[in-house]
């Protein structure tokens, strides 16, 4: 009897253990450049405290926060690639993950909640009202905008909410953006997805590199923002093999400059592909619309 007590108090104990790693894996979330909330908070005022950060603990991961985050993983002898992962967050002495309130990538908007509410009374929204401006939001609201003959991009605006049925004062229209990030943190992460993806081939294949990342921005099937594109699971090679880390050149710099002012070599284009070296199948049912460099680029 004695034995099988041990026995079954040695198997709650494990159970117990796992459970906690587990649910650490579950509510811990991995931090990288372009993450909002109160973890990054977390983040930055420990880094602050060891004085790797000099600017504010704001809950937004820029390009200070990344350097601050290489030298710490640097130093203390961990992959230096500016994610915060469980091992980086154990180095920080963070045992429990951040509270929820005021994280994530969106932030509430009231003209957001209503706009969310009128569509969902039209049937061209399933999701949650809760004001937060994400996919399935902006698919709802060009869905709107292609039914009423607005002009469809995303923009809740003076037109977009009079159709709607809401108030048009002197409300200012809601864009989704990379909010919180600024553009230089913008241009700094285009220029390392650019690096990574597109270094060696010609500018404007660099530059379309940065055009097809900023076209999905837009694109109701892809997250709404510059980060979310770009660490959007398996969507880049250049962040699986993390390349991406590599210091980008000045032609990176000036391609997603120029991607961000408008130059668009695709026409448009959602996909791109190196047909040498492409290991996805699901890529080659893409068709290509047009060859740039190495890569070829299709809009559906």
């Known amino acids: ?34 993450s909002r909330g109160n ?11 060891w004085g790797y950060l000099a600017g504010a603990a704001d809950g937004i991961y820029g390009a200070q926060t990344y350097r601050a985050i290489i030298a710490f993983q640097r130093k203390h002898g961990l992959k230096a690639d500016g994610i915060v992962g469980a091992r980086t967050r154990r180095a920080l002495g963070i045992t429990a993950p951040a ?16 706009a969310q509410q009128k569509l969902k ?6 999701g949650a009202v809760d004001g937060l401006y994400g996919p399935q939001t902006g698919k709802a609201v060009r869905d709107f905008q292609r039914k009423n003959g607005l002009a469809v991009d995303g923009v809740i605006g003076p037109q977009t909410r009079k159709a709607l049925g809401m108030p048009t004062g002197a409300q200012t229209a809601y864009t989704p953006t990379s909010r919180g990030v600024t553009r230089n943190d913008d241009v700094r992460l285009m220029a ?21 990342i900023l076209n999905r921005v837009r694109h109701p099937s892809f997250p709404n923002t510059i980060a979310g594109v770009i660490y959007e ?32 070599p695709t026409g448009g284009a959602i996909y791109y ?11 080659w049912t893409r068709e290509p619309s047009v060859k740039i460099g190495k890569h070829w680029f299709a809009h559906r």
């Open 39 to 49: 973890d990054v908070r977390e983040v930055q005022q420990k880094l602050k405290n």
């Open 1 to 34: 009897m004695k034995k099988a007590t041990k026995i079954l108090c040695f198997t709650l104990m494990i159970t117990f253990l796992i459970s906690i790693l587990f649910m650490d894996s579950i509510y811990a979330r991995t931090i990288f450049w372009g």
């Open 233 to 264: 699971p398996l969507a880049f090679t250049a962040v699986a093999d993390k390349q991406i880390y590599l210091a980008p050149n000045e032609s990176a710099f000036r391609a997603a400059r120029d991607a961000l002012n408008g130059w668009d």
């Open 273 to 283: 592909w190196n047909p040498a070296t492409a290991t996805s199948k699901w890529i």
């Open 192 to 212: 390392m997805a650019i690096n990574g993806e597109a270094r060696g081939e010609p500018y404007t294949g660099q530059v379309a590199v940065g055009a097809v």
């Open 121 to 126: 009374q039209w049937n061209y929204y399933k």
């Open 99 to 114: 509270a929820a309130a005021g994280g994530g990538t969106a932030k509430f908007n009231e003209t957001v909640r209503i």
